[in-house]
Structures are given as C-alpha cells and as structure tokens.
C-alpha cells in the first residue's frame, strides 16, 4: 500500500522541485532565445532571466515570488492508496512553511486568507487513469500574471481554422506584456466551454520540445509560433524576436453547431513537476 506520509512527503519533494527548477525543455528555449536576440533591451530581459533562474536552483528558493495556485494531475494505475488526497494536502501545507511558498489560495469572495494555500476545492486535483502500476502525480503551481490572461470564444464554426488564429493572436496582443513573457500558449480546440478549458490548461503539461502526433496539429503550432514571434512584444513586452517560446494544441470533438476555442498562458516560469510512485514504495522523480 502506498501510505499517506508516502503521499505527502511526496509532494513536498514535487512543490520544491517545480518552485525551484525549471523543466529543461523550457531552460533551453529560454537560451536558445538568448543567443538569437540581438536587440540589447529584450537580451538584457532574457539575462535576468536566466540568472534568476540559476540563483534559484543554487539557494532553493522560488524563482518567482508568485509561488501560484496549486493544481494537481494524479494518474493511478493502482488503487492500494490510503488518504491520497489527505496526503497532497498535507503535502501543500508542509511545502507552504517550509520551502517556503507564498500563500496564495484566498476565499474568491471574502478574500480571507487561511494562510495554507489550501481551501475549498484548492488544491486542485484533476484524475486520470493509467495502465501501468504506479501512481503518477504532477504539480502544476500557476501564477495569477499569465492566468489571468486566459480567454474562451465560442466562434462559430463557419470561421473555421481562421478565426482560430484570428482568436489566439488578438489574446496574445491583448496580454502584452502582463503575463511576463516570453510565454507558452495552451490552446484546447472543441468539446465544450469548459473542456477547452481543461484541455488548454492540459496542454501546458506537454514539453515543448515535444512535437505533437497529429501532423495538422503540430503544422498549426508552427504558424501560430511564428505569427506570435512576429508580434515584436518580446520579453517582458520590452520588444525583442521571442515573444512566444512553444505553442501546444489539444483537441476534443465538439458539438456540429459550436467551436469552443480556449488559450491558456503560461509565463517563462513554467513550473511543473512529476513523480511516479510504485506499489513497493520507491519514488522516481521525472525530468
């Protein structure tokens, strides 16, 4: 059985790792972006990145002061769990104090704040299931700059694929500068409103150095890249060559008579982490 202090431990060890060091997918693109700016304003934004990004991983300490709302994706593919939640829970009060995390998670009306980063339904716990014997659990910290950025259209689906694009480059050049490029465009195309939603959000957990399986998918990436890259906001909306370091696509099938079209931004600091846990107790972290 995988026990709850497992469970909890765990997650300390996922919150710390996403707080503190970025996905390599996202450090490279960050330096590849570095060495082809040739402007010294957006160069000298994308130094301080990437120095901020080192001093994290040297001292421990978050690379950001907006440690993020706390959203989680569990996989199982074994059900010998006690008190899986209990312990993420635990787990997210635990990284709090002693990583430490700022508290973010507050009533959405009242705006208390217990302090915890942990509230109703927060943190957030997304279920999958999976084939192998393990149970693998994701932390997705998202900071509040790029998510407010987040947008949903139901355009009609008469527009088609333009008025996909026309949709996802109008949010790109509202966002500007608020959500602290260069950024990564989640896009869920179809379902309903709320699935594409989630398969925006979703889309994020990707690398984006991993190129989509539908080859029309991935074609679409590439042109929306290019077209956010040639908006000229740049880092920081400073001005500069990147804009956008990847853009990844999730589709649903949607109703005959709707095309839900939904981006969520990510900031550079792409925070995220994954852990499997075996039945026997053993922990793998994943890059």
Known sequence: MVSEELIRATTVQL???A???????????????Y??????IPKMQLRAILDNITASEESG???CQDTGLL?????????????????IIKGVMDATETI??????????????????????IPFINYRRNDGEYIEITAFPK????????ALAMIPPSQGIRGIKEFVLKTVLDA??????PIIIGLGIGGSADISMKLAKEALLRPIDKIHSDESISELETILLDAFNETGIGPMGMGGRTTVLGVNIEKAYCHTASLPVAVNIQCWAARRASARIYSDGRVEHLK
Not at 71 to 87: A, H, M, P, Q, R
Request: hydrophobic share 30%; glycine share 10%; with cysteine.
């Open 61 to 63: 300490l978050p690379m």
């Open 100 to 121: 430490p995390l700022r508290p973010n998670a507050v009533d959405p009306l009242t705006r208390e704040n217990p302090g915890t980063n942990v509230g109703e339904r």
């Open 71 to 87: 959203i989680f994706y569990v996989s199982l593919g074994i059900d010998d769990v006690k008190n899986l939640e209990d312990g």
């Open 35 to 40: 060495e082809r700016e040739e402007e010294n």
């Open 176 to 181: 500007k500068g608020k959500p602290c490029p």
């Open 19 to 33: 707080s503190t060091e970025l996905p390599g997918d996202v450090k490279e693109a960050l330096n590849d972006a």
């Open 15 to 17: 919150l710390k790792r």
């Open 143 to 150: 900071g509040a700059g790029s998510e407010n950025m987040s």
